[in-house]
């Protein structure tokens, strides 16, 4: 008697971006620099955390992805 095993056959799939950020800078008015040459993909299907101490920008990248504020450079894609 002869056993088969049966495999499951995965096809690699198309990674498909969901967000994608290239270079983003940001300052509020003429202060320090807060972000700055900021590069991310997102893949769809990822789960992403943000951590980081107060301060840290948290926050504001959220606004400039959803669109709530414009960074220095417009290189957001989504």
């Known amino acids: 008697m002869t056993v088969l095993e049966a495999r499951p056959t995965f096809k690699p799939v198309q990674e ?3 967000l994608k950020i290239a270079n ?4 509020y ?8 040459k900021l590069n991310c993909q997102i893949l769809q299907g990822e789960k992403i955390g943000l951590i980081g101490a107060n301060g840290a920008g948290k926050t504001t990248l959220f606004f400039l992805m959803t ?4 960074p220095l450079d417009q290189k957001i894609w989504g």
């Open 16 to 18: 498909r971006e969901v």
């Open 24 to 27: 983003l800078s940001f300052r």
């Open 29 to 36: 008015g003429v202060g320090e620099i807060i972000l700055q």
């Open 67 to 70: 669109g709530m504020m414009l």
